[in-house]
């Protein structure tokens, strides 16, 4: 509902008017931050960036 939507666009950091380019380029961006393969080896920071990744993909196919 509008309340998903409100919530993937303040995950992706995109405003209400955002165009799927500007969408794409947050989620692009925030994956490249949060990926798992950045956390290193500590499994508590790997579950940490798989979540934020998940939650990513989430509000990117959210706002698709």
């Known amino acids: ?3 998903d939507l409100t919530r993937a666009r303040a ?3 995109v405003g209400a008017n955002a165009a799927w380019p500007e969408i794409l380029a947050a989620f692009r961006g925030s994956i490249a931050i949060w990926h ?3 956390a290193g080896l500590d499994p508590r920071k790997q579950r940490e960036f798989t979540a934020r990744t998940q939650e990513i993909t989430w509000a990117k ?3 698709r």
Do not use: F, K, T, Y
Request: no cysteine; net charge negative; glycine share 16%.
């Open 1 to 3: 509902g509008r309340e």
């Open 36 to 38: 798992p393969d950045r």
């Open 61 to 63: 196919d959210a706002l």
């Open 11 to 13: 995950v992706l950091g």
